[in-house]
């Protein structure tokens, strides 16, 4: 897609849609480059990069409407967001090859920080089940997401009745007298 600067001075919407796009590339430059931007350890600090074409703005703007799910429309609207890791969980490399438009609620459920694996027990059940999306698991199941990433983190014993721990974690053990408690009372359950 090319904007150039007759059209975006004849223009409020294209100077609007360049100024967008270009605050899109800005901040993946951002996220991928700078320390101190907050989103830096997930992306730069975790190796993610993005191609030589895309250093520039000019070079993203040449991309923008061919990679999957453009539509100038929605991005206008706010529904469309840029992903890196929809075609792949964990992806560190931003070009037209691997990205692709989504919306923003696919795009948080696609964020490698919110897809570490996890196991979660069912109190009630007596069932446990994998996951590797807590923000989507949290809906699926009309649980708190804050409360879930409580427990992850150690600091809540349950959400809900579900108790969830990390892939690479032990198991927790898991008491039941009517409340989850990792001290010694009541039943011990064996998940």
Known sequence: MKIT??????????????????????????RCNNPNQAEYKYYG???VTYCDKW???????????KMQGWDEEEFLAHRLQLDKDYHEKGNKY?????????SPKENMNNMPHHQR???????DTDVTEEGHS????CAEKGISYSTALGVLKHKKHRSGSWVLWYKD????????SGFLDYRNYGTKLNI
Request: charged letters at 40%; aromatic letters at 18%; glycine letters at 4%.
């Open 5 to 30: 600067i007759e059209e975006r001075k004849q223009s409020k919407e294209k100077e609007y849609l360049f100024n967008r796009l270009a605050r899109v590339c800005y901040k993946m430059h951002d």
């Open 45 to 47: 600090g975790e190796g």
């Open 134 to 137: 807590v923000k989507k698991f």
């Open 94 to 102: 931003y070009s037209k090859e691997t990205c692709r438009w989504v």
């Open 169 to 176: 974690e032990e198991k927790p053990d898991i008491y039941w």
């Open 55 to 65: 250093s520039s703005v000019k070079g993203f703007l040449d991309d923008v409407d």
């Open 117 to 123: 694996d996890f196991y979660a027990y069912n109190l």
